[in-house]
């Protein structure tokens, strides 16, 4: 458990009334009290935790002996500082019951908790976060969405608010075939499963096809979920790294060499660069998967936000073995509440996932099934990705132009066609996780690109900007903030940089 990362990021209140060292008491405090720092764990010793919150020695040692007169730590001489067993108050009960002893190993990787990190972030104290890859709440259809509830002469039927297949309810299942079948896929009812989420759909088929020691070949860097769900399935991850043209003759001494069962990439507006892959590289990947027998999970949720010219057909749509998993989500087009996504895949594929699914919650939301099939039959989505389309694009122009204008010396970037990032490349010998430590001061948030990899210090000086969340004014003091931050870390730039597998930076905050 890395304690420092888990406690870096949150900075004490330098207007608040009550004392430093008591609001990093109550920080650490509170982590212990909710067991997120069970007993016996180490804590940072004083110097660190003095660095994580920009404090002196004297009050990280204050905070330390606030806490263990509350009986919360205690110090051993020569060792450090460690948790205390706490006295839950109910003697007469007997002790309590041991939680974390209880709990099944969690897999322990970098950054393993990114995500939910940037789920958890709080805007209200004027923050802005450019962390999250998440439309804007102000574009959501729920205009739309009133009026097709308001409008339709079917109503619900009855049937449609019991148990349904697990695999999905069966109109939304042939909306989204013709929905595929518009953008060449060929499939039908029987090849769709709706999933709680792209996120659920990796899960299943992650479930469905790897066991522990299997290899999974990913790009380097990639989306962060695919490491998570990878890692926690056991498998052993192969990075083909991103940057010049795709890198076949290392793909293809892979599949020679470890005979992986599984290659995930996201071919149309990467996450987290924004890339592309030409046709022509993927029609090579193709003839190269097909030889080799090889599953290739083609992850596409942003293919529907282009904002120039249009790419490729899909690798799924180019499929002619019938190896390509096509998984994508309605999230990043309507509302990430929605929790709605689709997997398009061989049946015998799907049956197995249909398997793992019902362990989990026998089938997808009724509801939300049902609302996206009346959308759909609307015809309103096409009108939607318009507009949302054309806004993101000025979105995404104008903070490209003001990091250029404000930032343009310490950072680079190309601009993508869709999407809803900016991949920028720091251009001065500072991590990324370094800068954050300093943006965070100046209330901004993104992520830095060690999440993006899988095997860090790899990306420590790249870093991501969502430029999809937020409006042009806002995106413009985003870049301020940044500036700000810059120059901070130049201001600061005769210290000696700590080395980035050292940083005590918490990812998103």
Same mark, same amino acid.
């Given at each position: 458990?890395?304690?420092?990362?888990?406690?870096?990021?949150?900075?004490?209140?330098?207007?608040?009334?009550?004392?430093?060292?008591?609001?990093?008491?109550?920080?650490?405090?509170?982590?212990?009290?909710?067991?997120?720092?069970?007993?016996?764990?180490?804590?940072?010793?004083?110097?660190?935790?003095?660095?994580?919150?920009?404090?002196?020695?004297?009050? !990280?040692?204050?905070?330390?002996?606030?806490?263990?007169?509350?009986?919360?730590?205690?110090?051993?001489?020569?060792?450090?500082?460690?948790?205390?067993?706490?006295?839950?108050?109910?003697?007469?009960?007997?002790?309590?019951? @041991?939680?974390?002893?209880?709990?099944?190993?969690?897999?322990?990787?970098?950054?393993?908790?990114?995500?939910?990190?940037?789920?958890?972030?709080?805007?209200?104290?004027?923050?802005?976060?450019?962390? !999250?890859?998440?439309?804007?709440?102000?574009?959501?259809?729920?205009?739309?969405?009133?009026?097709?509830?308001?409008?339709?002469?079917?109503?619900?039927?009855?049937?449609?608010?019991?148990?349904?297949?697990? &695999?999905?309810?069966?109109?939304?299942?042939?909306?989204?075939?013709?929905?595929?079948?518009?953008?060449?896929?060929?499939?039908?009812?029987?090849?769709?499963?709706?999933? !709680?989420?792209?996120?659920?759909? #990796?899960?299943?088929?992650?479930?469905?096809?790897?066991?522990?020691?299997?290899?999974?070949?990913?790009?380097? @860097?990639?989306?962060?979920?695919?490491?998570?769900?990878?890692?926690?399935?056991?498998?052993?991850?192969?990075?083909?790294?991103?940057?010049?043209?795709?890198?076949?003759? #290392?793909?293809?001494?892979?599949?020679?060499?470890?005979? @992986?069962?599984?290659?995930?990439?996201?071919?149309?507006?990467?996450?987290?660069?924004?890339?592309?892959?030409?046709?022509?590289?993927?029609?090579?990947?193709?003839?190269?998967?097909?030889?080799?027998?090889?599953?290739? #999970?083609?992850?596409?949720?942003?293919?529907?936000?282009?904002?120039? &010219?249009?790419?490729?057909?899909?690798?799924?749509?180019?499929?002619?073995?019938?190896?390509?998993?096509?998984?994508?989500?309605?999230?990043?087009?309507?509302?990430?509440?929605?929790?709605?996504?689709?997997?398009?895949?061989?049946?015998?594929?799907?049956?197995?996932?249909?398997?793992?699914?019902?362990?989990?919650?026998?089938?997808?939301?009724?509801?939300?099934?049902?609302?996206?099939?009346? #959308?759909?039959?609307?015809?309103?989505? @096409?009108?939607?990705?318009?507009?949302?389309?054309?806004?993101?694009?000025?979105?995404?122009?104008?903070?490209?132009?003001?990091?250029?204008?404000?930032?343009?010396?310490?950072?680079?970037?190309?601009?993508?066609?869709?999407?809803?990032?900016?991949?920028?490349?720091?251009?001065?010998?500072?991590?990324?996780?370094?800068?954050?430590?300093?943006?965070?001061?100046?209330?901004?948030?993104?992520?830095?690109?060690?999440?993006?990899?899988?095997?860090?210090?790899?990306?420590?000086? &790249?870093?991501?900007?969502?430029?999809?969340?937020?409006?042009?004014?806002?995106?413009?003091?985003?870049?301020?903030?940044?500036?700000? !931050?810059?120059?901070?870390?130049?201001?600061?730039?005769?210290?000696?940089?700590?080395?980035?597998?050292?940083?005590?930076?918490?990812?998103?905050?």
């Amino acid at each position: 458990m890395d304690i420092s990362k888990m406690l870096s990021g949150i900075q004490p209140d330098p207007l608040s009334r009550q004392p430093i060292y008591l609001q990093i008491a109550g920080i650490i405090g509170d982590k212990i009290i909710n067991l997120v720092f069970p007993t016996g764990t180490k804590l940072p010793p004083e110097r660190e935790l003095a660095a994580l919150f920009g404090v002196s020695r004297t009050t !990280a040692i204050n905070a330390y002996r606030h806490l263990e007169q509350q009986g919360m730590v205690v110090t051993r001489v020569g060792s450090g500082t460690y948790v205390a067993e706490l006295a839950d108050g109910r003697e007469d009960e007997g002790p309590a019951v @041991p939680w974390v002893q209880l709990m099944t190993p969690f897999p322990q990787m970098p950054l393993s908790t990114v995500l939910r990190e940037i789920l958890n972030i709080s805007v209200s104290d004027g923050s802005i976060s450019l962390a !999250a890859g998440m439309p804007d709440p102000a574009l959501y259809p729920a205009d739309i969405l009133h009026q097709i509830v308001a409008r339709s002469d079917k109503g619900i039927n009855p049937a449609d608010l019991g148990h349904i297949a697990t &695999e999905g309810y069966g109109p939304l299942r042939r909306l989204v075939a013709e929905m595929l079948a518009d953008r060449g896929i060929s499939t039908g009812t029987d090849k769709v499963m709706i999933t !709680a989420g792209s996120q659920q759909g #990796l899960y299943l088929i992650s479930k469905a096809l790897l066991e522990p020691g299997d290899y999974v070949v990913v790009e380097s @860097p990639t989306f962060i979920g695919a490491h998570q769900v990878f890692r926690a399935s056991g498998a052993r991850i192969l990075s083909l790294p991103l940057g010049g043209p795709f890198p076949f003759a #290392l793909l293809e001494d892979y599949l020679v060499r470890y005979r @992986p069962k599984l290659m995930y990439l996201i071919p149309t507006y990467h996450n987290p660069t924004g890339r592309v892959m030409p046709e022509a590289e993927r029609r090579e990947l193709l003839r190269l998967a097909a030889r080799h027998r090889l599953v290739v #999970l083609e992850d596409d949720p942003y293919s529907d936000l282009c904002y120039g &010219e249009k790419p490729p057909a899909s690798l799924k749509a180019m499929d002619t073995y019938g190896g390509v998993v096509y998984l994508s989500t309605f999230s990043k087009i309507l509302f990430p509440g929605l929790r709605t996504g689709y997997v398009a895949a061989h049946p015998a594929l799907l049956n197995r996932m249909a398997m793992e699914k019902q362990f989990i919650d026998l089938h997808t939301n009724n509801l939300a099934q049902w609302l996206l099939c009346r #959308l759909l039959e609307s015809g309103a989505l @096409p009108v939607h990705l318009e507009l949302v389309s054309r806004e993101y694009k000025k979105r995404r122009d104008a903070l490209a132009k003001a990091l250029r204008r404000q930032c343009g010396d310490d950072l680079s970037f190309e601009t993508p066609q869709g999407g809803f990032y900016l991949w920028c490349r720091l251009n001065r010998l500072v991590s990324s996780s370094r800068l954050l430590h300093e943006a965070t001061r100046e209330g901004l948030s993104f992520v830095p690109g060690e999440a993006f990899y899988a095997y860090p210090p790899e990306g420590e000086r &790249e870093i991501r900007l969502c430029f999809a969340t937020h409006t042009e004014d806002q995106l413009q003091e985003a870049t301020r903030r940044l500036a700000r !931050a810059l120059a901070g870390v130049r201001k600061a730039g005769k210290e000696k940089e700590v080395p980035a597998a050292n940083q005590t930076v918490k990812p998103i905050i």
